[in-house]
């Protein structure tokens, strides 16, 4: 299997993307929490105070995440019975009347606490970083590792999939093709429920992913859903099985369309024909620069910025971050992704 680069970058070990079980026994009385998002909805017109004894009486449907306002959830799909982690943070804030800008974001466990810092930093600075506060929402896996790469793989990749060998020797066969799937969860299932937990502007909710949550984003535009007003792709896997991408995007384009189109695309300097310096001269030197040039994320991604910017009612932008390599580049991808959801003044270009 051509693996997706942030499986390739990662330290694997045995046991890796084996759901925590423990995590899938929390008590879920009711899959959808038919008396949390009400209850929920009332703290944030509450003081600080009540906010927090409201929440706290939610236990144990809604857990503490170990980070500032921020709760998760594990959400059980009345669709299939499979379960999805969602971290949440609200700011104490009072919300705006239209409600709350929404940034939601996929492998949420490897990037919720990244995704908090940079928000609360720079909303509490807004006229030197033109970023205000919102809600974050960051869908996960019951797993206490920071990727499910089993999960992901299927989840975050578009169809019609194949199936690949196991990640580890006896472990399970990888399957792909399990997008639209997810898409349906978050737009039938995670929004919905999202909306009780705070009051969100339906109109400014942006989606953001990484490597494969990149390339979800993109499957996700193309596939024509309004879900979401604004996009952030960050070093998607555009090549993942034959490029196939680019088949949605042709079709995207070709549909005539009464939307405005806002996207970041992004990719890190090595991305491209050449290692991170560091890279050289090591075992695993060649292999990488060989998947590295199948990929050619800074290419596909720069292409693909240039031809949707063509289109009428088009707002894309794509940027290269010097020095970073494919997982290095994260923490600038997710500051890049608040300052676009969060953002209190439009600014062309």
Known sequence: MSEDPAVQEGDRRSGVGNVDKRSQQSPL???RFSGFPTACATTWHATEAERTRVLDGLQPMLHPAGLAQTRFVDLKSERDGEVWRVFIYVPLDEPPPGGWPLLVITDGNAMIATAVDALRVQSSYPASTNVGPGVIAAIGYPTGDAYDPLRRSFDLSPPPGRSYPPFVEGGAEVLTGGAHRFLQFLEGEALPFLDGVAPIDPTRRTLFGHSFGGLFALHTLFSGSEAFSRFVAASPTIYWEDAGLLDSERRFTALPRDRDL???LSAGEYEGGALA????GREDTEKRLANALTARTLDLSREMAERLSALPRARVSYEVYPGETH???LP???SRAV????QIHTVEG
């Open 29 to 31: 009385h009711d899959p």
């Open 262 to 264: 806002v996207l970041h």
């Open 277 to 280: 310096p560091f890279q050289y």
């Open 327 to 329: 997982m290095t580049m």
């Open 332 to 334: 600038i991808a997710v």
């Open 339 to 342: 300052r676009t959801a969060f």
